[in-house]
């Protein structure tokens, strides 16, 4: 009788029994190494008795056998207030799963400074490895400090010495500018980014800001088109103060497009083309980039954008943290995503 206390657990023996095979046999289907060991026959036998006992591994003396807990540590610094940190938290975690390993994250909220204390809590858990993501595009100085190996997501050090995943920043916006040249776009602006052409790269604010218009202006002189840029900031605000600079002027001076450093800034200028009396996109294009879940199919109309691998920066990661942990070096360490263009209704010829 197991009362109060609930069922007992069920062993691996007692798998073996309902299955009339050795432990072993047990043991060797459960951990996966049954090729050219164990008969198909005995397999299914051994996983169809796991599934009527509802078996479940003692993951922690599984631990103590094979020195791994079977666990991946995420420290993140702002994914709970990101509209980004779901896509790549739930493929991380899916691909954890699919590895049999858990996710274990720690989200800083804002707070950098407590990473190194967020990664000695990991490492006590005796986690395999540690993957350590920002909200948004970063050069570190040096990586966080780690006794396990770490990866890096949405980030990388300015030595390749960490194995990281990150986004194409500049093939996004090169995409960005070769759909509006395609179009016919000759006059352009880029909107918005924390970009002060006088500051280091490190001081200019989230560094997808300069990536982005440095690649957007030199796919414009290629193409032949004139290119600007106005604005700092990364919310609609900004982009409907940008806009409106760049716009209420004479329309022989005014761009027919404008690319927005994210979708917010998007919202904006399409705010601002409103309050103008410009219609989108007969009158002006607009392109945004991120692909924002639950912004930029939404707005009216819905947004040309570029689209930012979060899904498979987090499935990508847990791919290499999985690697490092297994002692392999990952070829190559450092892993660049690209981001894809995603044509909506907000983008046509000029007329």
């Known amino acids: 009788m197991t009362g109060s206390k609930g069922r007992a657990r069920v062993r691996a023996a007692d798998v073996a029994a ?29 996983l169809k008795a796991a599934e009527e006992l509802d078996y479940r591994p003692n993951y922690v003396a599984r631990s103590l056998r094979r020195n791994s807990t079977s666990s991946i ?33 720690m989200d800083l909220g804002h707070r950098t400074e407590r990473a190194a204390e967020a990664i000695a809590a990991l490492e006590s858990r005796r986690v395999d490895a540690i993957i350590y993501a920002t909200m948004g595009f970063t050069r570190l100085d040096e990586p966080p400090a780690s006794r396990v190996p770490l990866v890096l997501a949405n980030c990388v050090t300015r030595g390749p010495d960490r194995p990281s995943v990150s986004p194409d920043d500049a093939g996004g916006a090169a995409a960005a500018l070769r759909h509006l040249a395609d179009l016919g776009h000759r006059r352009v602006a880029m909107l918005g980014g924390h970009h002060s052409p006088e500051l280091p790269e490190a001081d200019s604010g989230n560094v997808s800001g ?23 900031g ?9 806009a409106m600079r760049v716009l209420d002027v004479p329309p022989s001076r005014r761009p027919t497009a404008l690319f927005a450093v994210c979708d917010r800034v998007a919202a904006g200028a399409l705010l601002a083309a409103a309050r103008l009396g410009a219609s989108v996109p007969e009158d002006l294009s607009i392109v ?18 570029v689209a930012l691998p979060h899904a498979l920066m987090g499935e990508t990661a847990v791919e290499l943290a999985l690697a490092v942990a297994r002692g392999e070096q990952p070829d190559p360490p450092q892993r660049v995503l690209p981001c894809s263009l995603v044509v909506r209704d907000s983008t046509a010829r000029p007329r």
């Open 288 to 305: 945004g980039f991120d692909d924002q879940e639950a912004l930029a199919e939404s707005l009216v109309p819905p947004l040309t954008t």
């Open 18 to 46: 309902a299955a009339g095979v050795s432990t072993t046999a047990v043991s060797f289907v459960l951990n996966g190494r049954d090729a050219g060991n164990i008969s198909s026959a005995t397999r299914d036998r051994v």
């Open 234 to 242: 990364w919310s609609i605000h900004d982009g409907h103060a940008a």
């Open 210 to 232: 300069p990536i982005r218009w440095r690649a957007f202006r030199a796919a414009a002189a290629e193409a032949g088109v004139e290119a600007r840029h106005a604005g700092r």
């Open 73 to 105: 540590g995420l420290v993140t610094d702002a994914f709970a207030s990101s509209p980004f940190g779901g896509r790549l938290l739930a493929a991380a975690t899916e691909t954890a799963d699919a590895a049999d390993h858990v996710l274990l994250m």
